[in-house]
């Protein structure tokens, strides 16, 4: 890890120094990788608790709230800083970012190269894409729409089953340009479907609360 | 002890700033004063300053309180809730317009524009006066110490427009902005002083004219936000209508439509709906007079608590789904909240508690005046960004996702709503066509899937881009959102680092050009009242030293020499004429004249009142 320009002490983030407080003009190039901006270790496993630990941390190093009246350049470079590890965190914080990160560092493909899902998921996919339809078009009040707030609750049990074998798949971290990272693609898209079907199933019983 | 001698070295530089809520009904400053956030107010004042403007007939502009009381006896002069208007376009606000006394129109960039008196104002000059009357009272509260670096606080559900604005006004009134803070954020530093806990909640804020509510994880002294929600068209002013329009429906049976109608008498309508809305809070009913004395008008009903709660159900219940929405973005349920803080005039009215205290399970804290609370919250956030403290870290969110426009009317998000600011997200474009060296680009900032039913932020135009084949370039375009919340926007064609330029065209905003043409002619019209009331006062002085010099001459003019009186006559003749003069520099000019012809004059009265001293006559017998 690099060293603090201006006191030579090691540095966490490659932002700031958390030893003398001095905000590194250089570390633009590092802004691509979310974990070394956290001083952190490529891998999938991640301590959440001890992430927001470090957000804390990092943004009384670097927040522009302290450089308000330290004039234009430092004042920019705070924003920018801290502009990257807010994105960094976000992404890192974030189960399917975190791993979609991983898969294209090491080469797999992405989610245009390789649009499939899983197998297994497509029989499944059909069943609730049906339940949800159905919900769509029922009214408020009726069965259709009980039935949603089940699917809801088996979605997210599957998701978290597919995370726990996303993460055992990334444990330790498949080689560059492995033929796992495909199967990973494809379980990122399933993944994806689900998030995205469980947002729906949300906002649809949202409008249902805001309408009664 | 070195680090003793730190200290005192960073206090002794540091600067000050004060904290200012810019309310839609009352604003007020606070600042940071021995280890805590007092309301900065004058001896014998509370510092609140009512948000009103009157516009007298002589061209002034009176801020304040003194507005206020001159809207009963002149509505049709008086303007209140400018905040309404802030980086609002006319469509925006046409329920607020129906009562507004005067003319209102819009500028080419869609920037509202009230008529008084024959000159047009934009709701930031309007904003500048009510930012000036605020600072002018917290600099006498600090006993003429002056700063002019100031914190401004906005409702969090304000977008991009609306911010800008406010910075706007504030550059008007020759503030440095140190920061544009988010009201409940604010809220949520005051309270969060006293209790140095840990624990997630949820504030509440309810103002004049606009409601939001943030839900913020404390920790360590840091305050981040996780969501917010709101609308910047619901607040106390709502709840004011809801009374104003059961007036009406009782009204339109006895007087004229037109007369209804009228901007003045719905002024008068609106200050007794507030007022009796005020006593609802503390009695179970209350009454509304309006009298209108040229008609012999004198209407007066009474509204219980239950016809007002009744009337005024569905606004609240809206700011119930705001709270929705911000527990969904949160992926919070309602037992995740540890504190719940009311904050907002409008927050007294029982049945705000009431439903608050059911939704949340939790009855909601209101040890901090609702009316201060805001201000104080400003002046902690003052006393952070002077350097005063790095206990306290705030760090927010930005409320709206911000998009382009599509091919096709879509938008595409770039950055979500709920994101922790700073952040920035960099857009990847290309040429279409062979040496192409400009693109379009249509920023807007909202929720809904297509462009036209959300908010513009502005049209952008890149240019400058060298020139290519069609798809070779590679365009970066970088959207930064600052910690005020505001939007930045830069480019760079990658494969040849040239930056490219970008002008915005702001929506209902204020050019940067337009903002320094407002500065200059503020200090024009400065410096023509100056020069407006010098002339008085040259005119009036002008007008004792004739009167003197008659009665000297009828009296004396045995004792001068005739090349002196025909002096004085010519000096007197000119200086007549020159009094019809507008040019105040020409006038001084003919006063300065005529002084001297008087001289000789002056000294014979002067000799003739000495020797009648002398011969025993007393001075005012001369």
């Known amino acids: 890890m690099n060293v603090c320009p201006r006191c030579q002490a090691k540095l966490e983030t490659p932002l700031a120094c958390s030893a003398c407080g001095a905000l590194v003009a250089e570390a633009t190039g590092a802004a691509q990788n979310p974990f070394a901006l956290f001083g952190l270790e490529l891998g999938f496993a991640l301590d959440k608790q001890a992430l927001r630990r470090r957000l804390l941390r990092f943004s009384r190093l670097m927040h522009p709230d302290f450089f308000a009246t330290a004039g234009a350049e430092p004042l920019a470079l705070a924003e920018s800083a801290s502009a990257a590890l807010n994105a960094a965190h976000e992404l890192l914080a974030d189960d399917a970012a975190r791993a979609d990160w991983l898969v294209r560092e090491l080469g797999g493909p992405d989610e245009k190269s390789e649009r499939a899902m899983p197998q297994e998921f497509l029989m499944e996919v059909l069943d609730w894409n049906e339940t949800l339809e159905s919900a769509r078009s029922a009214p408020a009040g009726s069965a259709e729409r009980t039935a949603i707030r089940q699917l809801c609750a088996q979605l997210e049990e599957r998701r978290r089953e597919l995370f726990e074998t996303i993460a055992r798949e990334l444990d330790p971290l498949p080689a560059i340009g492995s033929p796992k990272l495909a199967l990973l693609r494809k379980q990122l898209n399933a993944a994806r479907y689900l998030d995205k079907t469980i947002a729906e199933i949300g906002a649809l019983r949202v409008s249902q609360t805001l309408s009664q | 002890m070195a680090f003793i001698e730190l200290t005192v070295l960073n206090n002794a530089a540091r600067q000050t700033a004060i904290g200012i809520d810019l309310g839609t009904t009352n604003s007020l400053g606070a600042m940071w004063k021995d280890g805590r956030p007092i309301v900065l107010h004058p001896e014998g004042e509370n510092g609140y300053v009512p948000s009103a403007l009157h516009f007298t007939e002589d061209g002034r502009i009176i801020v304040g309180r003194e507005a206020r009381d001159r809207a009963l006896i002149d509505p049709e002069h008086t303007l209140f809730s400018i905040k309404r208007f802030m980086g609002r376009g006319l469509k925006d606000v046409a329920g607020d317009a129906a009562s507004v006394p005067c003319k209102i129109g819009e500028s080419a960039n869609g920037v509202i524009e009230f008529e008084m008196r024959g000159r047009k104002?934009?709701?930031?000059?309007?904003?500048?006066?009510?930012?000036?009357?605020?600072?002018?009272?917290?600099?006498?509260?600090?006993?003429?110490?002056?700063?002019?670096?100031?914190?401004?606080?906005?409702?969090?559900?304000?977008?991009?427009?609306?911010?800008q604005a406010t910075r706007d006004a504030a550059r008007l009134a020759g503030l440095e902005v140190l920061r544009i803070i988010n009201e409940p954020t604010a809220a949520s530093l005051a309270y969060g002083l006293d209790r140095k806990k840990q624990g997630t909640v949820a504030v509440f804020d309810l103002g004049g004219g606009t409601f939001d509510v943030s839900l913020l994880s404390i920790e360590d002294g840091v305050f981040r936000v996780l969501s917010t929600n709101g609308d910047t068209h619901l607040g106390g002013d709502d709840l004011d209508r809801v009374l104003v329009q059961a007036a009406m429906e009782d009204l339109a049976r006895?007087?004229?439509?037109?007369?209804?109608?009228?901007?003045?008498?719905?002024?008068?309508?609106?200050?007794?709906?507030?007022?009796?809305?005020?006593?609802?809070?503390?009695?179970?009913?209350?009454?509304?007079?309006?009298?209108?004395?040229?008609?012999?008008?004198?209407?007066?009903?009474?509204?219980?608590?239950?016809?007002?709660?009744?009337?005024?159900?569905?606004?609240?219940?809206?700011?119930?789904?705001?709270?929705?929405?911000?527990?969904?973005?949160?992926?919070?349920?309602?037992?995740?909240?540890?504190?719940?803080?009311?904050?907002?005039?409008?927050?007294?009215?029982?049945?705000?508690?009431?439903?608050?205290?059911?939704?949340?399970?939790?009855?909601?804290?209101?040890?901090?005046?609702?009316?201060?609370?805001?201000?104080?919250?400003?002046?902690?956030?003052?006393?952070?960004?002077?350097?005063?403290?790095?206990?306290?870290?705030?760090?927010?969110?930005?409320?709206?996702?911000?998009?382009?426009?599509?091919?096709?009317?879509?938008?595409?998000?770039?950055?979500?709503?709920?994101?922790?600011?700073?952040?920035?997200?960099?857009?990847?474009?290309?040429?279409?066509?062979?040496?192409?060296?400009g693109i379009d680009f249509h920023v807007v900032q909202g929720e809904r899937e297509l462009a036209r039913d959300c908010r513009t932020l502005g049209r952008f135009k890149l240019s400058g881009i060298p020139p290519m084949p069609a798809g070779m370039a590679r365009i970066a375009v970088k959207f930064h959102i600052d910690a005020n919340g505001m939007l930045t926007v830069s480019a760079k064609e990658e494969s040849t680092g040239v930056s490219a330029r970008i002008e915005v065209t702001p929506m209902n905003g204020l050019s940067d050009a337009e903002v320094e043409g407002m500065l200059k002619a503020s200090y024009d019209n400065a410096r023509a009242d100056f020069d407006e009331s010098r002339l008085a006062n040259l005119k009036v002085e002008i007008g004792t030293m004739m009167r003197a010099t008659e009665r000297g001459l009828r009296d004396y003019r045995f004792a001068l020499d005739k090349e002196t009186v025909r002096d004085l006559e010519d000096s007197m003749k000119s200086v007549r004429g020159a009094s019809e003069q507008v040019d105040v520099n020409a006038l001084q000019k003919a006063r300065d004249i005529f002084e001297r012809a008087t001289l000789p004059l002056a000294a014979v009265m002067m000799d003739s009142v000495a020797k009648k001293a002398l011969t025993g006559k007393r001075l005012d017998e001369v």
């Open chain 2, 121 to 163: 104002y934009t709701p930031q000059e309007l904003s500048a006066l009510i930012l000036l009357k605020v600072h002018d009272m917290a600099c006498r509260a600090l006993g003429g110490q002056e700063t002019i670096n100031v914190v401004i606080t906005v409702p969090a559900y304000f977008d991009d427009a609306q911010r």
């Open chain 2, 254 to 437: 006895t007087i004229s439509a037109s007369t209804l109608r009228d901007g003045g008498f719905q002024q008068l309508l609106r200050l007794a709906a507030e007022k009796c809305k005020i006593e609802l809070s503390s009695s179970p009913e209350a009454q509304m007079h309006v009298i209108l004395p040229e008609t012999g008008l004198h209407w007066r009903r009474r509204f219980t608590r239950d016809e007002f709660e009744v009337l005024a159900e569905p606004l609240i219940e809206r700011t119930i789904d705001a709270c929705r929405k911000a527990l969904a973005d949160a992926k919070l349920e309602t037992s995740a909240i540890d504190e719940v803080v009311l904050v907002g005039g409008a927050t007294r009215i029982p049945m705000v508690r009431r439903r608050v205290e059911a939704f949340f399970h939790r009855k909601p804290h209101t040890e901090l005046n609702p009316d201060e609370v805001v201000a104080l919250g400003a002046a902690v956030q003052a006393h952070v960004l002077t350097g005063g403290t790095r206990d306290i870290l705030l760090m927010d969110v930005t409320p709206l996702s911000l998009g382009l426009e599509t091919l096709g009317g879509a938008v595409a998000k770039i950055i979500l709503r709920n994101s922790t600011i700073p952040c920035s997200a960099t857009e990847g474009f290309t040429t279409y066509a062979d040496h192409q060296t």
